[in-house]
């Protein structure tokens, strides 16, 4: 069914009003704080619009205020900041602060989660209107109250609304099933790497890193480095195994060798925690540490497995010294002990490991690949029944 004649059905004849937002609903501004005025701790939460989209620091207020500067479970709210979007709020009574409008609907004419989606709908097309650059604008309540959007009869708003909550349901369940079967396969992850890592004493041989690897002492020249082979601390990926391309390749001196099967750790924090097993021969720096295996009684993949560990983490974590970006100790470092199973072992337990981690980086991978699609489902369908057409006098105002 084409989208002219699903609406012509859903609207069953009934004209659609385009009225500016002003006429159906407020716009109440919160309340505008003073630093001082904003605690640590305190009667009411104070939700501003980092807390609104992604900061979980609050602040709190033991302000008495008129009523009407609280919003709690189930009021719509609308962040007109550098961030804009609407949302339902769900999470308790709180004082919402100057940058956060509570939008309420005139129930006669327009339902609450109609408007909610209209918003929404409406959120990109003002983005586009309102941005230079990077750059967000404010919007103003004047502007806001003065869009003209579409307004059906209210049981044409009912049918909408359930359409659209329903794939809205659908898109929240398949992200919890994906994000649990994430969250089991990590943690029969997390359980064979602690089980097939973990030796008795006295069952294998024990030895330091330093004493089956070195770091690099080799040097190359800026000519032979690029994008793909030069490797800085910001192209390791973080908490998972390979790199990005560099978009700062040297363009002069020599950088720190590296070669196939050696060994990169970040050395500086936030980044300890990054690791790759170099698949080439290429160039770093002095925040990338090389290591390089000089005991064939290791193997390099088993070698990486081991320092990919969370034990290896939290012992580079506690040697690691300087105050603001502390730095691995590159001597503690060489004194970590490292268990050495025979060569078939560790053969083995690579073997399980990658399969392992081939699957959980799957599904890391694809999780958000997977919800993005089913957003992009959400929003055509939104697009699809809130596109109603134009009349020409409202086109030309």
């Not at 925690?273 to 005991?295: E, P, R, S, Y």
Request: proline letters at 4%; aromatic letters at 12%; one cysteine or more.
């Amino acid at each position: 069914m084409s989208q002219l004649n699903y609406l012509e059905k859903l609207l069953d004849g009934v004209e659609v009003e385009w009225r500016e937002l002003g006429e159906v609903c407020r716009f109440i501004n919160g309340r505008a704080y003073k630093k001082a005025e904003l605690l640590e701790k305190g009667k009411y939460p104070v939700l501003r619009v980092g807390n609104f989209f992604t900061n979980n620091h609050w602040y709190y207020s033991d302000l008495e205020l008129d009523e009407d500067k609280y919003c709690d479970n189930g009021d719509l709210l609308y962040a007109w900041s550098a961030s804009f979007g609407p949302r339902i709020w769900q999470e308790g009574k709180v004082i919402y602060h100057y940058h956060i409008w509570k939008v309420i609907p005139n129930t006669e004419i327009i339902k609450k989660k109609y408007l909610f989606y209209l918003l929404d709908w409406d959120t990109e097309a003002l983005k586009a209107e309102q941005s230079t650059g990077s750059t967000m604008k404010h919007i103003g309540k004047g502007l806001i109250e003065k869009r003209m959007l579409p307004i059906p009869p209210l049981k044409v708003q009912t049918e909408i609304v359930r359409i659209l909550d329903t794939f809205a349901e659908l898109t929240a369940e398949l992200t919890a099933e994906l994000t649990a079967e994430l969250t089991a396969r990590q943690q029969q992850y997390a359980y064979y790497r602690d089980k097939l890592l973990t030796f008795e004493e006295g069952e294998i041989e024990w030895k330091t890193l330093g004493e089956v690897s070195q770091y690099s002492k080799e040097r190359i020249g800026y000519e032979q480095l690029n994008e793909k082979n030069y490797v800085g601390v910001n192209n390791l990926l973080q908490d998972k195994a390979g790199k990005e391309n560099s978009s700062h390749v040297p363009t002069k001196g020599n950088s720190t060798k590296y070669q196939e099967n050696d060994i990169l750790i970040g050395n500086i924090r936030p980044y300890l925690k990054k690791i790759w097993q170099a698949d080439c021969t290429g160039g770093t720096n002095g925040d990338v540490l090389v290591i390089h295996i000089t005991d064939e009684a290791v193997l390099p993949r088993y070698l990486y497995q081991i320092l990919a560990d969370d034990s290896f983490f939290n012992y580079n974590m506690q040697h690691a010294k300087g105050a603001k970006m502390p730095r691995g100790d590159k001597a503690k470092i060489m004194e970590y002990k490292i268990p050495i199973p025979p060569l078939d072992e560790q053969q083995r337990i690579v073997s399980i490991l990658d399969k392992f981690d081939a699957l959980t980086t799957s599904l890391t991978e694809g999780l958000p690949r997977e919800i993005e699609l089913r957003q992009q489902q959400c929003e055509y369908y939104r697009d699809l029944l809130l596109s109603f057409p134009k009349p020409e006098v409202v086109a030309h105002d």
